[in-house]
């Protein structure tokens, strides 16, 4: 049962474009969605989260939009930066105990 | 360094035999999860701790797996008699909830992880 979907495996941008990575989600029972960045052979790393009462939240470069209806959150980063190269998981929380993770979407920011 | 730190970052083992991680929180948090993670893939939920007393374990926590936080501190992850499918990074994460309803938790932070290989 896969709660939390990220499709594109990969997204290939430009520096200074903006980068958007899509998830889906199924469990309507999740309090907080997190966005997490993850660099090859470390854990991964917070970047921003939402709560499901809300329908945008923003912070510098980076805004994750949250369409309950449609279960489904987007992660804005503009301008993507080179350095914004890295895997990027979606997860959903329940009750603020565990997260559900979506696969991933690696991101590459050519520049 | 005060964030979370997993030992070992790497442990190769033969299959059959038994292996220990051990996570050490960020010192004031009273949340302690444990995820493992295979390529390709998210990581996914195996069990977690408030204080010393685990609160939740997935049904991917076989009969195999034990973990333990016995002083609400740090906690230790084993596995016995692993297997080649055991092969995977296993994450360990903290984080701070302030209340028993978990009212304003802090997000969880995570470390480096433990790569397992089973040969």
């Known amino acids: 049962d896969q709660q939390v979907k990220q499709n594109s495996p990969s997204l290939s941008v430009q520096e200074g474009r903006i980068s958007i990575l899509n998830c889906d989600y199924t469990n309507s029972m999740f309090d907080y969605f997190l966005w997490y960045k993850k660099y090859p052979a470390e854990g991964p790393t917070f970047l921003i989260s939402i709560s499901s009462i809300k329908d945008k939240n923003e912070d510098g470069r980076f805004t994750v939009f949250l369409n309950k209806s449609a279960k489904h959150l987007s992660l804005h980063i503009v301008p993507s930066q080179p350095g914004d190269s890295a895997v990027y998981f979606c997860a959903g929380e329940t009750s603020g105990s565990r997260l559900t993770f979506g696969e991933g979407t690696q991101l590459t920011v050519n520049p | 360094d005060t964030g979370v730190s997993q030992n070992p970052r790497h442990k190769i083992t033969k299959r059959g035999q038994n292996v220990t991680f051990r996570c050490d929180p960020i010192?004031?948090?009273?949340?302690l999860y444990w995820y493992r993670q295979t390529l390709g893939q998210g990581p996914e939920f195996l069990t977690y701790?408030?204080?010393?007393?685990?609160?939740?374990k997935s049904r991917l926590l076989s009969d195999r797996f034990s973990a333990e936080r016995p002083k609400g501190s740090f906690s230790t992850l084993e596995i016995q008699r692993t297997e080649q499918g055991d092969s995977a990074m296993y994450l360990c994460?903290?984080?701070?909830?302030?209340?028993?309803?978990?009212?304003?938790?802090?997000?969880?932070?995570f470390g480096q992880g433990t790569r397992l290989t089973v040969v």
């Open positions: 010192s004031e948090h009273n949340r």
């Open positions: 701790f408030q204080n010393e007393a685990q609160l939740e």
């Open positions: 994460a903290s984080s701070l909830a302030f209340n028993p309803s978990n009212i304003m938790n802090t997000e969880a932070f």
